[in-house]
């Protein structure tokens, strides 16, 4: 029987306020010896204020190298969410931004998979990104070679 704790790698990184207007960022997995991965994105309360001009976008990208992960993810490539030029999640709206954690199954092949984010619009202060949080990350797993409890 395999076991959890030999099947499955991380790679995390918190997304905290205060998120200003133009910050990005992203998280960078190597699926190296891995079949599939699932990227998610854990939202906390948030404060912020989101509309059409001001939002965050969230992105799923592959490659064959990790300089190259730059490739949006298609339909075929993932399962839990409909991307659109590889936007996964984007916070344009109150309800976007409800605390609840979305997650995306990759199958696409690629040995690089990147999550990014890239806060846009005039955001600042109390109608801004201040208090927006979020945790993202991608968990690996299906490996290649694990032991077998």
Known sequence: MRDLYNNL?????????????????????????????????????????????NLIRFSLLHGDTST???????TADVSGVTPV??????????????A????????????YLRLRWVASGSASGATGFTGTRANVGILKGNPEKAPIA
Do not use: Q
């Open 100 to 111: 609840g954690t979305t997650k995306i199954h990759y199958d696409g092949g690629k040995r």
């Open 68 to 74: 190259t992960a730059t490739g949006a993810v298609g």
């Open 9 to 53: 790698a991380s790679d995390l990184r918190n997304v905290k306020g205060p998120v200003r207007a133009g910050a990005s960022g992203s998280v960078v997995a190597d699926l190296r010896g891995y079949d599939s991965a699932v990227a998610f994105i854990k939202l906390e309360g948030t404060g912020a204020t989101f509309a059409a001009a």
């Open 85 to 98: 030029a590889g936007v996964v999640k984007t916070l344009n709206t109150s309800t976007a931004a409800a």
